[in-house]
Structure formats: structure tokens, C-alpha cells
């Protein structure tokens, strides 16, 4: 739902849903679901490993302080473990899906699959938008590892937790937030993403501008109603899970 507010300027998610079932039916909703269940997979689980890879490093170097400055090291390997992860599997997959759900609102044509563009363009069109998408997912991750780190060592000392034991719900409102408010950051940088990938812009800077004298600035704020909510979601979760996971492990 997002993409598509994005690319055809819809105003809300119940507006999109009912364009999309009128073109495509109930399946239309689930464009681009095969790509976006891949990338979800294992793009987190190089997120968070590349994240602790990281912050091993930056322990190991004793360039910075973890201890003194943990809000600092957050946004450093954030910044990392997101373009990691972009260049190594959001861009191409994500150049996939929203092909899939740009079209989900028109009816007739199909999308491409990724070998098909592969094949008729060659392996740098799955890459088309890759600068977009490191950007956009590097200041997302970025945000998102700050402000759990800050959110849930605030609620633990107001709460007077133990942070190596802090509450799952702890966790989930951390990572909600952290998830919601990485949306609000970078969405103007989502909305040139949706619109490269999609082949209608090959500029971040032109796609913006264009945006800005044709919808205002409202444009760059398209699909935050639906992107809000789903981050928030996805976020807590993910970042519940791995907690979780954590603990586990350690006890072995």
C-alpha cells in the first residue's frame, strides 16, 4: 500500500485497498508478497548480525567508548549494518517488489520476474535505485538501533529494571518506537526509492524536486500512513525476538 502512495498519489491505505481489489481482486494485495517475505527473512538476520559485527569491532579497536558513548556507537554501526544490508539484499529485491506493486493497481499487465530482468537487462537492473535504497536503509537501521538503545535504557532506569533483564513488553514499545519514528526520518528518501525502482525517476535529487512542485510537500510524506504502522509492528517484533533469542543462547 505504501509503494503505490507513493507512485500513483493515493491519499490512504482504505483508498489504495479498494483500487487494487477493483484491478486486480483480493490476490492484488499480496503483489510483491514472495519478494518481501525473502527480503524480510534474511535481510534482519544480516541487519542484526552485521550490527553486533560491528560493535564487536568498534570494542575491539577501543576507538570509542561503548560504555561512555552508546548512543554514538548505536547510529555509527546502525549507518554500517544498514548499507550492508542494502547493497546486499534489499536493493535487488526490492527493485522486484515494487515492479510488482506498481503494476497491482493496473490491470493487464504483469510484472517481471527477477530473473526475467536479469536476463533483459542484466544484473545491474536489479540494482537500479541501489543509492536510494543504502541511503534510505542505512539512516532507517541507524535511528531505529539509537532510539530502542535510548528508549529502553530510559524505561528500565524510570522502571528500575535491569537492562540485561528488561521486560519483553520493554522491548516490544523500544523497537515499536524505534521502527515508527525511523519511518517519519527518512520517508521523502522512501518516496524517490518507490519511484526509481519503479523506472520513473533515475535521479534521487530530480525524483524530490518533481515530487515537491507537483503534490507539494505532502508528496514526500506519501505512505506514512500505512508505512507508520507497519514498522512499528514489524519492529517490535524483530527486535523482541532477538532479544529473546539472546538471552537463550547465552544460557549455553
Not at 514498522?231 to 538471552?247: E, G, H, T
Request: hydrophobic share 45%.
Amino acid at each position: 500500500m505504501s509503494t503505490q502512495m507513493q507512485l500513483q498519489g493515493y491519499k490512504s491505505p482504505l483508498e489504495v485497498t479498494r483500487a487494487i481489489i477493483r484491478a486486480k481482486g483480493v490476490p492484488g494485495l499480496y503483489a510483491g508478497f514472495w519478494p518481501f517475505l525473502v527480503q524480510s527473512s534474511l535481510k534482519t538476520s544480516v541487519r542484526f548480525f552485521s550490527f553486533e559485527a560491528l560493535q564487536t569491532l568498534v570494542d575491539r579497536s577501543g576507538f570509542v567508548d561503548r560504555e561512555r558513548h552508546p548512543g554514538a556507537v548505536s547510529l555509527g554501526c546502525g549507518l554500517g549494518a544498514g548499507a550492508i544490508e542494502a547493497l546486499a539484499l534489499t536493493a535487488p529485491t526490492d527493485r522486484v517488489k515494487v515492479l510488482g506493486q506498481a503494476m497491482s493497481a493496473q490491470k493487464g499487465g504483469v510484472a517481471p520476474t527477477a530473473l526475467e530482468l536479469v536476463r533483459a537487462q542484466g544484473l545491474g537492473s536489479l540494482y537500479t535505485g541501489a543509492t536510494a535504497t543504502a541511503l534510505r536503509q542505512s539512516s532507517s537501521v541507524a535511528v531505529r538501533f539509537f532510539c530502542y538503545g535510548e528508549i529502553r535504557t530510559a524505561l528500565c532506569r524510570m522502571l528500575g529494571h535491569d537492562e540485561t533483564k528488561a521486560p519483553a513488553w520493554v522491548n516490544f514499545l523500544a523497537g515499536g518506537c524505534g521502527g515508527a519514528v525511523s519511518v517519519c526520518v527518512n520517508n521523502p528518501i522512501d518516496v524517490a526509492k518507490s519511484q526509481i525502482q519503479a523506472g520513473r525517476h533515475t535521479s534521487i535529487v530530480a525524483c524530490l524536486r518533481e515530487t515537491l512542485a507537483e503534490r507539494g510537500v505532502g508528496g514526500l510524506t506519501a505512505g506514512l500512513s500505512a508505512r507508520v504502522p507497519r514498522l512499528f509492528l514489524s519492529q517490535a517484533i524483530q527486535f523482541s525476538l532477538v532479544d529473546f533469542f539472546k538471552r537463550q543462547l547465552q544460557k549455553y
